[in-house]
Each structure stands twice: as C-alpha cells, then as structure tokens.
C-alpha cells in the first residue's frame, strides 16, 4: 500500500528555521516525483515545487522560489520542506503528493502537516 | 503560467441532481494532463479524475470528466451525501503545475 506519512503540527515565531517530512513507502521511492502543495487558511491548493529523489532534481514554482528549499533523501525514503526564516504568512497546511505516471496528476497524498507562525 | 479559472465558485444543489462543473484555461492544455481531485473538511484531496477522463482506483462511475483544448468539465451524474465536497481541476506543462480556485458543492 502506497503511503505517504508527513511530520506533526509546528508552531514556531516569525523568523524561525523549520524543515518538514514526508516519508513514502509501500512503493519504489527513487521512482516518482514528490511534490509539495500549499493550502492557507480557508484557501486552495497552490503547487510549490517538486522533486525527483532518484537525482534530486528540483523544479519550484516561481511564486515559491527562493522562499522555500526542497529536498530528500533517498536512503530513509523522505522528502523535505524547509524555511530559513519564517514569517507570519507562511501559516498554512502543507501536503506532500506523489506524481503518478498516470498524467503527471498527484495520485497518492500525505495527511497534511500544519505550520503556525506566530509570534 | 497557465491560469485555471473554476466556475461557478459555488453549487447548490441537493442528492439526486446532477453537478457540473467547468474549468477553463488560459491557454491550450493537453488532455493528458488535466486532472480533478476532491477535498472534504480537514482532509487531503483525492484524485478523481486523471487525463481528463479517466478515472482514479476506486472511484465511482458517478463521476466523470470531459474536454478538450481550454474546456474542461467534471460531472457527478447523481450527487451522494458524501460529494459534498471542494473540487479542483489541475493541470501539468512545461514542468509547472496548476490548480484552479476551487468549486464547493454544497447542500441546497
């Protein structure tokens, strides 16, 4: 069974440093693209970026780029999101989704992981 | 970047009707890559529907998807209880991916 398992809820301050996870199994990891979506409060869905772990090949939205760094690490099977400095309009849920080969669409969802910035 | 655009932004509309809903594109998108997922309350989203017209394991023939070029539709034939949802269309090229501003079907 395909599984993607994301860290815990974060509340952190306006210009903290944070990185969260999204560990896959049940499937060939190095296989498919990771992506991250973005949902703030209330909001919809906005596409962040992604990653191959395979090679680490990163593409990221241009609304996201240089805000946000992505990564993995294929050995423990796990995709990061991180921030070097927080700021109180990063407060959203955030999901990591794999991409199915099945036209590039996000098939399989982590559950979400919350981030709270405030100070 | 393409710009989906959903609409209407919300549907009223009790069990038993019949939902449709449209995406339209900015510009020309490949079936291939047009996409629907469902999000309920403090859920994830759920993949519907795949290359316009395919649909995702285990989702009900109830729901189907159509279009071509800048115009998509998906169309639930007869709403169920638990299709009260939020849906968003979503497309893939040029190594970007898109969503659409949602649609919430709700209760009428």
């Known amino acids: 069974e395909v599984q993607l398992v994301q860290s815990g809820a974060e509340v952190k301050k306006p210009g903290e440093s944070l990185k969260i996870s999204c560990k896959g199994s049940g499937y060939s990891f190095t296989s498919y693209w990771i992506g991250w979506v973005r949902q703030m409060p209330g909001k919809g869905l906005e596409w962040m970026g992604i990653?191959?772990?395979?090679?680490?090949?990163?593409r990221y939205s241009p609304s996201f780029q240089g805000q946000v760094t992505i990564s993995a690490d294929k050995s423990i099977s796990t995709a990061y999101l991180q921030w070097s400095s927080l700021k109180a309009s990063d407060t959203a849920m955030y999901y990591c989704?794999?991409?199915?080969?099945?036209?590039?669409?996000?098939?399989?969802w982590g559950q979400g992981t919350l981030v709270t910035v405030s100070s | 970047e393409i710009v989906l655009t959903q609409s209407p932004g919300t549907l009223s509309l009790s069990p038993g009707e019949r939902a449709t809903l449209s995406c339209r594109a900015s510009q020309s998108v490949s079936s291939s890559y047009l996409a629907w997922y469902q999000q309920k309350p403090g859920q994830a989203p759920r993949l519907l529907i795949y290359g316009a017209s395919s649909r995702a394991t285990g989702i009900p023939d109830r729901f189907s998807g159509s279009g071509s070029g800048t115009d998509f539709t998906l169309t639930i034939s007869r709403l169920e209880p638990e299709d009260f949802a939020v849906y968003y269309c979503?497309?893939?090229?040029?190594?970007?991916?898109?969503f659409g501003q949602g649609t919430k079907v709700e209760i009428k």
């Open positions: 989704a794999r991409v199915g080969y099945s036209g590039l669409s996000f098939d399989y």
């Open positions: 979503q497309q893939y090229g040029s190594s970007s991916w898109t």
């Open positions: 990653i191959y772990p395979g090679d680490s090949d990163t």
